[in-house]
């Protein structure tokens, strides 16, 4: 699998934006995903986290009730909805594949997408 995210962007405090991820592979519909972020000088972290037919989803603490994780496998594509954008939030932002029980990802980091919260 081959994924690539877009979206990202420079936003005020309280703004949305909407992330994307495009799937490459036949097996895209058969893997749960995720978005992860990474804050400069921090460790990655999973943020959001969606079955593989959707019905289920996981999020940080930190993000619920402000990021909606969604998928469309018919096109291949995972979103991330966030609203209500905080300056903690900026990040890049990485999709990938994970492992449903353990929210471990799988190795097929993509390029991310860049996301900065102004105050």
């Known amino acids: 699998v081959q994924l690539q995210a877009s979206g990202g962007g420079l936003v005020q405090a309280w703004a949305s934006l909407r992330l994307s991820c495009a799937a490459s592979?036949?097996?895209?519909?058969?893997?749960?995903m995720g978005w992860f972020r990474q804050a400069p000088g921090k460790e990655r972290e999973l943020v959001a986290a969606i079955s593989i037919g959707g019905a289920s989803t996981d999020y940080a603490d930190s993000v619920k009730g402000r990021f909606t994780i969604t998928r469309d496998n018919t096109k291949k594509m995972v979103y991330l909805q966030m609203n209500s954008l905080k300056p903690e939030d900026t990040a890049i932002y990485y999709c990938n594949a994970i492992r449903w029980e353990t929210r471990s990802p799988y190795n097929y980091w993509g390029q991310g997408t860049l996301v900065t919260v102004s105050s």
């Open positions: 592979g036949r097996t895209f519909s058969i893997y749960t």
